[in-house]
């Protein structure tokens, strides 16, 4: 064989071997991690089963080309800082939160280190410097338009209790964004002619006499403010008010298909879900303070009848002619 024969088949020879080598090398496994402030049970992982299904819409699957690392706190928001940290040393590619307090807690354990959180509202608890540009490392989607959402489950209660005069509104002292909404919902109560009766407590061992003494201030219902605390105990909240005979607004779906009365919100699934947006967005290169925040654009108003015929309520047909969804 010539020399120059030689020379070309030794050139495609090591061309093909550099192609089979490449189609060999396995893809980039990147690495996301799941901080969860709950335990994982059946509400919280259809959260987590919606931002996996987001996942793999952008192509990412399990095994393949991403590999999730779940952390979770139980319930005690005092360990959302040590889990934060073991991510941090894991070097993550990215952490996923869908709770304010966890959220926090991932901010202050990295600068680096990506963060997409799903749901808290992130301009009144600081997370963010602003919705546009949220600067630093963290961007993702809220459920919460701001604290005047409370305005609107102030009216929706008082069109499905026509006769009620005294609202209580329940809210965790913990919280940063409660006492913003409270302040709300006084100012809505005014316009509503409707008067609030403001019950803060501490933790899910203070429901029951947060309850008894709503029925001792004869409140007509009660509005429920969003944090994880009463997210993470829907159905002890449902049945609470049940037996205070008490009608009952909710800020998520979920706490309607746990037996509560009424729920005016974003879909939570659907948010994680969208969360996925953003993992890939940074994976492929995007700084996370240059992806501006996703707010909600509907909201979904969800009635319980079950609920209401044990209450001894009737719905108005105007509300359930607006309910995107009516369980029965």
Same mark, same amino acid.
């Given at each position: ?15 093909? +071997? ?41 192509? %990412?699957? *399990?095994? !393949? ?11 005690? /928001? ?6 934060? +940290? ?5 070097? /993550? ?47 993702? $989607? ?6 005047? #959402? ?28 409660? &006492? ?12 509503? !002619?409707?008067? $609030?009766?403001?019950?803060? /407590? ?14 001792? *201030?004869?409140?007509?219902? $009660? ?10 105990? !829907?159905?002890? =909240? ?7 005979? =008490?009608? @009952?607004? %909710? ?12 729920? %005016?919100?974003?879909?939570? +699934?659907? @948010? @994680?879900?969208?969360?996925?947006? %953003? ?8 700084? &996370? ?29 105007? #509300?359930? #002619?607006?309910?995107?969804?009516? #369980?029965?």
């Amino acid at each position: 064989m010539k020399p120059v024969k030689l020379l070309v088949v030794a050139a495609l020879g090591i061309f093909v +071997a550099a192609l089979a080598t490449e189609a060999q090398q396995p893809a980039k496994v990147h690495r996301i991690a799941w901080l969860g402030l709950a335990s994982p049970g059946p509400e919280v992982l259809r959260i987590v089963d919606a931002f996996r299904q987001g996942l793999r819409e952008r192509g %990412y699957m *399990e095994g !393949q080309n991403v590999a999730l690392e779940y952390r979770w706190a139980h319930g005690r /928001v005092e360990r959302l800082p040590d889990l934060a +940290a073991e991510l941090v040393r894991l070097k /993550v590619d990215i952490i996923v939160v869908a709770n304010t307090p966890g959220a926090h807690a991932a901010k202050r354990a990295t600068t680096t280190i990506p963060i997409v959180f799903v749901g808290p509202d992130p301009l009144s608890t600081g997370l963010v410097a602003s919705l546009g540009r949220p600067g630093g490392n963290i961007t993702g $989607v809220t459920l919460f338009p701001g604290p005047e #959402i409370v305005g609107k489950y102030l009216q929706l209660i008082k069109e499905a209790v026509p006769k009620v005069s005294r609202v209580a509104v329940l809210w965790n002292q913990g919280s940063q964004m409660a &006492p913003l909404m409270v302040r709300e919902a006084e100012v809505a109560a005014r316009a509503l !002619q409707l008067q $609030v009766r403001s019950v803060g /407590v501490r933790g899910a061992d203070e429901f029951e006499g947060a309850f008894a003494a709503m029925t001792k *201030e004869r409140a007509g219902a $009660v509005v429920v403010l969003a944090d994880p605390v009463s997210f993470l105990h !829907q159905k002890q =909240l449902a049945e609470l008010a049940a037996r205070s005979r =008490l009608p @009952a607004m %909710y800020p998520l779906t979920e706490h309607v298909e746990a037996g509560g009365l009424m729920a %005016y919100s974003a879909n939570f +699934a659907e @948010a @994680a879900r969208r969360a996925a947006i %953003y993992v890939d967005k940074i994976l492929k290169g995007a700084k &996370p303070g240059d992806l501006p925040v996703e707010q909600p654009t509907k909201f979904e108003l969800v009635v319980n009848l079950k609920t209401a015929k044990a209450l001894g309520l009737t719905i108005p047909q105007s #509300i359930l #002619i607006w309910a995107d969804r009516v #369980i029965e």
